[in-house]
C-alpha cells in the first residue's frame, strides 16, 4: 500500500518537500471489515487547511499521518455481508492506493455510461452537493437575478453557474485566464466571464454586471471580494464557500469596503457543506438528473499515479486545474 504522509507544516505555500511518500504492507482483515483498492482520489482546496495546526471546523492532519481525501474504488476483499467483490465505493480512505473500512463511511455508488466512478468526486461528489446547497439554500437566487461566481470554472463554481442559469437568472463567472473564461461561456453556457488576471478586474466586473449582483457565491475572497461588495445590490446574498487566494498566504488580504454589507442590507453565510446532509438526497437526485441528461457539464483534470498528488495539489492552488482535480491510482 503507497501512501503520502504530511512530513511538514507549511508556513505559507505548501512545497512538495511537505509531503512524504511510503509503502506499508495491508493488514489481514477482521471481521466485518472491507479492503478497497482505491482508483481516484479526490484533490480539494480544504486539504490545505488540514495541514495547519490550530482553530478550524475539523481537525488537523498529524504530522507523518495519512492525508485525508475523498476516494472512489473497488472491492477487492470483504469479511462484511453488505459488501461484495467487485463492489464500487465511495470512501474516504486519504492519498493511499488502498484501504481498510469497517463499512462506517463507506457507500456503494452505481456507475453507468453516463455517470463514471470519478464524477462520484465531482459534480456529483462532494463539489457538487457545495455547489447546491450553497447557491440553491443560501444564496436563493430568483428568475432575473444577477448572479456571480468566482474560481468559476473548477469543481465548484461550475456547477453553480449551471445551476444558477436552469434557475433563469444572468450568471457571471470570474476565473484566472482566457482559456477557462472562454469554457465557462462558450462550453457552460454562462452569460459572461471576467478574466481577474487581465489586469482591469474593476472595469471588467462592472460592465459584465449591468444591474449590479443579487447573489455571489465566494469561493476566493481577497481583491475579487472587494471589487464585487462594490456591486452589490439592496438585499444580496453571498453564500461564503471557501477564501482559496487566502490559504496559502501568511498575511491575509483585510477587505476595504466592508460597509458594503451594511448599506446593501447583505446576507451573508459561512457554510461547510458536511453539515447539511439533511438537503443531500434532494441535491443528489437534481444533480443526477441533470448530469445523466448531458445538461450538466463538467472536466476533469487527471494526475497519474500516487507519487504526482504532492504536484497536482499544488498545481490546482495555483490555478493549473480546468474542472475537478483527481488523481487515478489505479
Ligand atoms: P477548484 O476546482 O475551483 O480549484 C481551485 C481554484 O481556485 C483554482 O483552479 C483557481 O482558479 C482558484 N484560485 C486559486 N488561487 C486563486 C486566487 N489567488 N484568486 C482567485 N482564484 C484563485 O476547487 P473547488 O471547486 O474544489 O473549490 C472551490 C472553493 O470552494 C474553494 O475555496 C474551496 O475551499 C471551497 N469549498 C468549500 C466547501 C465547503 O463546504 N464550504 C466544500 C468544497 C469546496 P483560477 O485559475 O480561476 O484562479
Redesign the pocket.
Known sequence: NKQVLLANRPHGWVQESDFSIVETDVPALKDGEVLVKNLYLSL???MRGRMNEGKSYAASTNLNEVMVGGTVGVVVESKNPDFQVDDMVLGYFGWQTYGISDSKGLGKINVTEQIPASAYLGVLG??GL?AWVGLISIGQPKAGETVVV????????SVVGQLAKAHGCYVVGI???KT?CDYVVNELGFDACVD?KAGHLVEDLTAATPNGIDVYFE??G?E?LEAVLDRLNAHARIPL?????QYNETNPHPVRNFGAFLINRVKLQG????EHADLFPQAFQELGQLVASGKLKYRETVAEGLDNAPKAFIG????E?L???LVKLA
Open positions: 480539494d482546496p480544504y462532494m463539489p457545495t468566482s474560481a468559476a470554472s473548477g469543481a465548484v463554481g476565473a484566472g485566464g477557462k481577474y469561493n476566493v481577497g475579487i464557500c471557501g477564501l482559496v487566494s457554510f461547510i457543506v458536511g490546482m492552488l495555483k490555478g486545474n474542472g475537478k482535480q
